[in-house]
């Protein structure tokens, strides 16, 4: 019906806000904390997680923060072990992110965009992301994290002992997070683009 139609893509973009600090994290040194935050459903990719994530020997944890179907979550926490994987049930995301030092988004779905990848990346936390829909115009392999992909289950394992091993990555991709979101984080940017294709579709 609408064969002759100019199309745009307008990305969503988020309000960093006070609470969102442009200083970059402090070197970690300690116990590595992974988290994921989201929905917890089997498309999410949270049972991968947690037997990839447990598959490794390594000094580390994992907080999953969300909630999902009582049967769902009742199977994922008979997987994990509770002295390596801990259950917080809701939280703000902005609290949450500053409470960890990796961001695992293991989608095995074609997730649209990945807000949550921006929310990370405006915190400076590295990101490992399946190559997933909308995920990989955001996490950028090196760059801001690591991708990785469900046709290859221990793909999410290898990126996961990549970043526990090598501190100097970490510490690069973090650095490197919040300026590869700059164009996710402006408001005025994105009505911009809003106008320009509304004026051009007028005249």
């Not at 040194?29 to 994530?53: A, D, H, M, P």
């Not at 994290?145 to 526990?164: E, H, I, Q, V, W």
Request: with cysteine; aromatic share 8%.
């Amino acid at each position: 019906y609408f064969g002759q139609a100019s199309q745009h893509v307008v990305h969503n973009c988020i309000d960093p806000g006070a609470s969102l600090s442009a200083l970059p994290r402090p070197r970690h040194s300690g116990l590595l904390r992974f988290g994921y935050i989201g929905t917890l459903s089997e498309n999410k990719g949270v049972s991968w997680l947690i037997e990839q994530f447990q598959a490794l020997s390594i000094n580390a944890t994992l907080e999953i923060a969300g909630r999902g179907k009582l049967d769902y979550e009742a199977e994922i926490k008979g997987l994990a072990d509770p002295s390596k994987v801990r259950f917080v049930g809701y939280q703000p995301s902005e609290g949450f992110m500053r409470g960890i030092d990796v961001l695992v988004i293991p989608s095995i779905w074609a997730e649209p965009f990945g807000l949550v990848a921006v929310e990370g990346c405006a915190q400076h936390l590295p990101i490992i992301a399946t190559n997933m829909g909308g995920l990989p115009e955001i996490i950028q392999d090196n760059l801001n994290g690591l991708l990785c992909t469900p046709a290859d289950p221990d793909s999410l394992g290898r990126a996961m002992l990549k970043l526990y091993l090598d501190s100097g990555l970490r510490q690069r991709l973090s650095e490197q997070a919040r300026p590869s979101v700059a164009a996710f984080l402006n408001t005025e940017r994105m009505l911009d683009q809003y106008q320009s294709i509304l004026h051009s579709t007028l005249h």
